[in-house]
């Protein structure tokens, strides 16, 4: 092979890694910043943030939304926590769907959607887990994201702030 036909092979090979970087790239930062949408049941009458009792995580990619339902009647208290697993999608899912439709009769349901934010973020590409579910619903396809339970980073940014 001469050597300009060596210099082109490798500047070819260097423009299929740019463009493969590039789509890696691009799939990884919509993952981290996709913001699923959250409709309001009326049912819902406070959101709070995590953080609203714990300080330190203000800020953070832990501060989580803390959604409160209250019936206004004398009763129990429920607290449902989704979202510790990210990549196991059924608590988040559940707890999404009580945020989205839960009427009270009596007493509170706090429903926290994403209990580990920071975890929900990061994928697991390389264990073929997708980055994303759909669940078809009568206004349209409603898109999910896939986690995994790395924290890491941000647990040692919350423990510098302590």
């Avoid at 429920?78 to 608590?91: F, S």
């Avoid at 697991?124 to 669940?135: K, L």
Wanted: proline share 4%.
């Amino acid at each position: 092979m001469s050597e300009k036909s060596i210099k082109t092979v490798k500047i070819i090979a260097l423009c299929i890694s740019l463009i493969l970087m590039i789509m890696a790239g691009r799939a990884f930062y919509e993952h981290r910043y996709f913001k699923g949408a959250v409709v309001l049941s009326s049912g819902v009458t406070e959101v709070k943030k995590l953080s609203d009792y714990f300080s330190p995580l203000e800020g953070t990619t832990n501060d989580c939304n803390i959604y409160i339902l209250d019936s206004g009647n004398p009763g129990g208290t429920v607290m449902v926590i989704g979202g510790n697993h990210p990549e196991e999608p059924g608590a988040n899912l559940t707890a999404q769907v009580l945020v989205e439709n839960a009427q009270l009769e009596k007493g509170r349901l706090i429903v926290v959607i994403w209990a580990n934010r920071s975890a929900s973020t990061v994928s697991r590409p390389g264990d073929a887990y997708p980055q994303f579910y759909h669940i078809p619903t009568d206004w349209g396809i409603k898109k999910f994201r896939m986690g995994d339970r790395w924290a890491k980073s941000c647990l040692l940014k919350l423990k510098q702030r302590i």
